[in-house]
Protein backbone atom coordinates (compact mmCIF):
# COMPACT_ATOMS: atom_id res chain seq x y z
CA UNK A 1 0.00 0.00 0.00
CA UNK A 2 2.93 2.26 0.93
CA UNK A 3 4.54 1.85 -2.07
CA UNK A 4 1.71 2.43 -4.01
CA UNK A 5 0.98 5.55 -2.69
CA UNK A 6 4.46 7.01 -3.27
CA UNK A 7 4.15 6.01 -6.97
CA UNK A 8 1.45 7.76 -7.05
CA UNK A 9 2.47 10.63 -5.64
CA UNK A 10 5.41 10.48 -7.38
CA UNK A 11 3.23 10.43 -11.00
CA UNK A 12 1.59 13.36 -9.18
CA UNK A 13 4.11 15.45 -8.46
CA UNK A 14 5.44 14.98 -11.84
CA UNK A 15 2.68 15.87 -14.41
CA UNK A 16 1.82 18.81 -11.38
CA UNK A 17 5.44 20.13 -12.11
CA UNK A 18 5.57 19.51 -15.71
CA UNK A 19 8.94 18.05 -15.20
CA UNK A 20 10.42 16.39 -18.34
CA UNK A 21 12.57 13.66 -18.30
CA UNK A 22 16.60 14.18 -18.98
CA UNK A 23 16.03 12.19 -22.46
CA UNK A 24 13.16 15.02 -23.31
CA UNK A 25 15.70 18.20 -21.89
CA UNK A 26 18.58 17.36 -24.15
CA UNK A 27 15.78 16.72 -27.44
CA UNK A 28 14.93 19.75 -26.48
CA UNK A 29 18.67 21.04 -25.87
CA UNK A 30 19.38 19.50 -29.45
CA UNK A 31 17.16 22.09 -30.93
CA UNK A 32 19.05 24.69 -29.82
CA UNK A 33 17.93 28.22 -28.56
CA UNK A 34 17.57 27.26 -25.31
CA UNK A 35 18.92 29.18 -22.40
CA UNK A 36 20.59 27.02 -19.60
CA UNK A 37 21.65 28.23 -15.93
CA UNK A 38 24.06 26.53 -14.34
CA UNK A 39 24.78 26.88 -10.49
CA UNK A 40 28.91 26.62 -9.65
CA UNK A 41 29.49 22.95 -9.18
CA UNK A 42 30.30 21.97 -5.41
CA UNK A 43 32.47 24.17 -3.36
CA UNK A 44 31.95 23.88 0.32
CA UNK A 45 30.60 26.54 2.59
CA UNK A 46 28.18 29.10 1.98
CA UNK A 47 28.63 32.68 1.16
CA UNK A 48 32.04 34.18 1.08
CA UNK A 49 34.61 35.00 3.60
CA UNK A 50 34.60 38.50 5.08
CA UNK A 51 38.31 39.24 3.29
CA UNK A 52 36.42 38.52 0.00
CA UNK A 53 38.25 40.24 -3.04
CA UNK A 54 37.12 39.53 -6.97
CA UNK A 55 40.04 39.32 -8.39
CA UNK A 56 41.83 37.01 -5.61
CA UNK A 57 40.69 33.55 -5.35
CA UNK A 58 42.43 32.82 -2.03
CA UNK A 59 39.95 35.05 -0.62
CA UNK A 60 36.77 32.99 -2.14
CA UNK A 61 34.71 29.55 -1.65
CA UNK A 62 35.97 28.06 -4.26
CA UNK A 63 35.53 24.34 -6.25
CA UNK A 64 37.07 21.49 -4.32
CA UNK A 65 37.82 17.78 -5.56
CA UNK A 66 34.48 16.82 -6.08
CA UNK A 67 33.11 20.70 -7.45
CA UNK A 68 36.18 20.11 -10.18
CA UNK A 69 34.45 16.41 -11.03
CA UNK A 70 31.02 17.71 -10.95
CA UNK A 71 32.39 20.47 -13.63
CA UNK A 72 34.00 18.06 -15.89
CA UNK A 73 30.69 16.02 -15.91
CA UNK A 74 28.62 18.72 -16.80
CA UNK A 75 31.06 19.09 -19.62
CA UNK A 76 30.60 15.65 -20.81
CA UNK A 77 27.10 15.77 -20.86
CA UNK A 78 27.13 18.44 -23.14
CA UNK A 79 29.64 17.20 -25.15
CA UNK A 80 28.44 13.11 -25.07
CA UNK A 81 25.05 14.71 -26.09
CA UNK A 82 26.48 16.80 -29.04
CA UNK A 83 24.69 20.04 -27.28
CA UNK A 84 24.99 22.97 -29.66
CA UNK A 85 26.28 25.67 -27.60
CA UNK A 86 26.36 29.60 -29.01
CA UNK A 87 28.81 30.65 -25.81
CA UNK A 88 29.03 30.25 -21.95
CA UNK A 89 29.32 32.94 -19.96
CA UNK A 90 30.57 33.32 -16.40
CA UNK A 91 29.79 34.99 -12.93
CA UNK A 92 33.22 36.90 -12.03
CA UNK A 93 33.47 34.62 -8.32
CA UNK A 94 36.32 31.84 -9.02
CA UNK A 95 34.04 29.44 -8.11
CA UNK A 96 31.83 29.99 -11.41
CA UNK A 97 35.00 30.19 -13.45
CA UNK A 98 35.97 26.98 -12.60
CA UNK A 99 33.08 25.24 -13.40
CA UNK A 100 33.12 26.81 -16.71
CA UNK A 101 36.60 26.21 -17.28
CA UNK A 102 36.58 22.48 -16.74
CA UNK A 103 33.19 22.08 -17.63
CA UNK A 104 33.62 24.11 -21.38
CA UNK A 105 37.07 25.30 -21.45
CA UNK A 106 36.04 28.62 -23.09
CA UNK A 107 33.72 31.25 -21.47
CA UNK A 108 33.68 34.97 -20.95
CA UNK A 109 32.51 36.54 -17.65
CA UNK A 110 29.56 38.87 -17.39
CA UNK A 111 28.77 40.92 -14.75
CA UNK A 112 25.17 40.91 -14.50
CA UNK A 113 25.84 36.72 -13.39
CA UNK A 114 27.82 37.92 -10.03
CA UNK A 115 26.25 37.30 -6.73
CA UNK A 116 24.61 39.93 -4.47
CA UNK A 117 23.87 37.33 -1.93
CA UNK A 118 26.19 39.15 1.07
CA UNK A 119 24.95 42.55 2.24
CA UNK A 120 28.29 43.66 0.71
CA UNK A 121 26.65 42.94 -3.08
CA UNK A 122 23.10 43.12 -2.33
CA UNK A 123 22.94 46.92 -3.90
CA UNK A 124 24.04 45.42 -7.06
CA UNK A 125 21.00 42.95 -7.65
CA UNK A 126 18.69 45.40 -9.29
CA UNK A 127 21.16 46.98 -11.83
CA UNK A 128 22.46 43.61 -12.70
CA UNK A 129 19.27 41.93 -13.04
CA UNK A 130 18.21 45.22 -15.46
CA UNK A 131 21.38 44.16 -17.45
CA UNK A 132 20.75 40.24 -17.73
CA UNK A 133 17.51 40.81 -18.65
CA UNK A 134 18.32 43.02 -21.58
CA UNK A 135 21.13 40.92 -22.31
CA UNK A 136 18.62 37.99 -22.80
CA UNK A 137 15.83 40.07 -24.71
CA UNK A 138 18.68 40.59 -27.30
CA UNK A 139 20.08 37.14 -27.41
CA UNK A 140 18.96 35.31 -30.58
CA UNK A 141 20.83 31.86 -31.97
CA UNK A 142 19.79 28.64 -33.03
CA UNK A 143 22.44 27.33 -30.54
CA UNK A 144 22.19 27.25 -26.25
CA UNK A 145 23.84 30.13 -24.21
CA UNK A 146 24.75 28.50 -21.12
CA UNK A 147 24.98 30.90 -18.23
CA UNK A 148 26.96 29.71 -14.66
CA UNK A 149 25.76 31.53 -12.22
CA UNK A 150 24.83 31.66 -8.56
CA UNK A 151 22.08 30.66 -6.37
CA UNK A 152 20.72 33.88 -5.66
CA UNK A 153 20.73 34.65 -9.56
CA UNK A 154 18.59 31.50 -10.51
CA UNK A 155 16.27 32.47 -8.03
CA UNK A 156 16.41 35.68 -8.97
CA UNK A 157 15.31 35.20 -12.58
CA UNK A 158 13.42 31.92 -13.00
CA UNK A 159 12.02 31.47 -8.95
CA UNK A 160 13.90 27.90 -8.27
CA UNK A 161 15.96 26.83 -6.03
CA UNK A 162 18.95 24.90 -7.14
CA UNK A 163 21.57 22.85 -5.94
CA UNK A 164 25.37 22.78 -6.95
CA UNK A 165 25.86 21.89 -10.45
CA UNK A 166 22.36 21.99 -11.49
CA UNK A 167 21.08 22.82 -15.02
CA UNK A 168 18.16 24.72 -15.27
CA UNK A 169 16.49 24.97 -19.17
CA UNK A 170 14.36 27.31 -20.12
CA UNK A 171 13.36 28.66 -23.52
CA UNK A 172 14.11 32.40 -24.92
CA UNK A 173 10.75 33.92 -22.66
CA UNK A 174 12.03 31.96 -19.39
CA UNK A 175 9.70 29.16 -19.58
CA UNK A 176 10.75 26.51 -17.91
CA UNK A 177 11.80 23.52 -19.90
CA UNK A 178 13.14 21.16 -16.71
CA UNK A 179 16.10 20.83 -14.98
CA UNK A 180 18.83 18.04 -14.53
CA UNK A 181 20.42 17.48 -10.84
CA UNK A 182 22.39 14.72 -10.98
CA UNK A 183 25.41 16.42 -12.32
Not at 51 to 78: A, H, M, P, V, W
Not at 171 to 181: E, H
Amino acid sequence: MYKNFIIILSVFTFFLTGAKSEEAIVKELKKGGNIVFIRHAIAPGGGDPENFKLNDCSTQRNLDSQGIKQSKRIGLFFENHNIPIDQVLSSEWCRCKDTAKFAFKEYKTFKALNSFFSSKFEKNKEQQMKDLTKFLNGWDSKKNLILITHYVVILESLNKAVSSGEIVVVDKNLKYIGNIQKY
